[in-house]
């Protein structure tokens, strides 16, 4: 684990190296990572939260990828601090040719929890982001948005699959 070294111009951080665990899919910049509890490389190891369970992406969320790492590469994660890049999801629809459903507005200082089909952070007042200490609030003004009602298919040309997400600002606090 490091502490970012004691510098009054810049924010300061814990990370940790970590090494991905995924037979064979890349952990993207920005995506949330959690302990693989395999009894090999445990505190060492993480997966996807799609790998995971709901449960145990919250209980044993590890951090967040500072850089995209293909199976088998040691990164770090980073566990506590203001991040710059977080994959935050707005939303999904059935199919890319579906209608975007409604959004929820994103405002400063919401808090998020682990969407594990997403492999990012969501806006949640249910479940584990209800009851525990927030794990990422949002930390970013130029990504906050009011909330949207259903919108057609080709409403948003910067979300081409069947997921809306976008990297931001946030606070992580694991620790």
């Known amino acids: 684990m490091r502490f970012k070294t ?14 991905n665990a995924e037979s064979s899919a890349t952990i993207p910049l920005g995506t949330p990572v959690v302990f693989a509890i395999n009894g090999t490389q445990d505190g060492l190891a993480v997966v996807l939260p799609s790998s995971s369970t709901a449960v145990k992406a ?3 969320f590890a951090g967040v ?5 293909v199976p088998g590469e040691v990164f770090d994660a980073l566990s506590h601090g203001f991040c710059l890049n977080v994959l935050y999801s707005r939303g999904s629809r059935s199919a890319t040719t579906a209608a ?17 089909v ?16 927030p794990i990422a609030c949002v930390a970013d003004t130029a990504n906050t948005a009011a909330s949207t009602t259903t919108a ?4 948003y040309t910067q979300w081409t699959g069947s997921y809306a997400t976008i990297l931001m600002k946030m606070v992580i606090r694991a620790m």
């Not at 111009?9 to 970590?18: L, N």
């Not at 997403?118 to 200490?133: M, R």
């Open 6 to 19: 004691i510098d009054k111009d810049k924010p300061d951080y814990i990370a940790s190296s970590v090494r």
């Open 58 to 60: 919250t209980n044993f």
């Open 65 to 69: 990828a500072t850089k995209s790492a």
């Open 100 to 116: 975007w459903p409604s959004f929820v507005a994103i405002a400063l200082g919401d808090m998020c929890t682990i969407d594990t």
């Open 118 to 133: 997403q492999n990012a952070f969501a806006y949640s007042t249910v479940g584990a982001a209800g009851v525990n200490a």
């Open 152 to 155: 057609a298919s080709s409403a």
